[in-house]
């Protein structure tokens, strides 16, 4: 149950786009549909940006988006804004019948 | 709107035992499979354990198999986590989370201290 691999920071200015990546394995982000997103302020619970690899739920704005290629996952963020800058987690679940997080990245709006 | 809150964190002695608890409210509680996901200081989140809709099949990390034991009561809506012989490592915000495959709600999570 190794968590999974992201960046520890990202950065972008307000109005560009940044990705996350998150990398895993075959028996988790390779192997899963369910990989999911979530968004953390300081001080905050997690919010959910992205399930099921790349859908949205009802909410989040359209500025978010995920996608999948082998063992990893990206959190795309288009249209930087301010109150984007928080912690984000990836999650997938495992042929274990567990779950596993990444790391954990900061994005930093400059 | 759906609502989770934890309760039973304190201050325990390494070896020690405490039960957290999470209410419910907001949603059918009985059809949906529960999380407990830990973070401890400064640190990412980390998948503790789940337990399915019906309270039958449970599910654990590593860290905390043969430790931990996840329950439920739906006829109370609540949630359960029995933490034994804990560790300094398990020092960590605890949150009760609704979801099977993926967790949609958290709480606001419940602190845990293990310390002597």
């Known amino acids: 149950q190794s968590a999974l691999t992201q960046p520890a920071s990202v950065s972008g200015s307000p109005g560009q786009s940044i990705t996350i990546s998150c990398t895993g394995t075959s028996t988790d982000v390779g192997g899963s549909n369910f990989v999911s997103w979530y968004q953390q302020h300081p001080g905050k619970a997690p919010k959910l940006m992205i399930y099921d690899v790349s859908k949205r739920p009802s909410g989040v704005s359209n500025r978010f988006s995920g996608s999948k290629s082998g063992n990893t996952a990206s959190l795309t963020i288009s249209g930087l804004q301010a109150e984007d800058e928080a912690d984000y987690y990836c999650s997938s679940y495992t042929s274990s019948s567990t779950w596993v997080f990444g790391g954990g990245t900061k994005l930093t709006v400059l | 709107q759906v609502q989770l809150v934890e309760s039973g964190g304190g201050v325990v002695q390494p070896g020690g035992s405490l039960r957290l608890s999470c209410i419910a409210s907001g949603f059918t509680f009985s059809s949906y499979g529960m999380h407990w996901v830990r973070q401890a200081p400064g640190k990412g989140l980390e998948w503790v354990t789940f337990?399915?809709?019906?309270?039958?099949?449970?599910y654990y990390a590593d860290s905390v198999k043969g430790r931990f034991t996840i329950s439920r009561d739906n006829s109370k809506n609540t949630l359960y986590v029995q933490m034994n012989s804990l560790r300094t490592e398990d020092t960590a915000v605890y949150y009760c989370?609704?979801?099977?495959?993926?967790?949609?709600?958290w709480g606001q999570g419940t602190l845990v201290t293990v310390s002597s």
């Open positions: 989370a609704k979801g099977g495959i993926s967790i949609d709600y």
């Open positions: 337990v399915r809709d019906d309270g039958i099949n449970k």
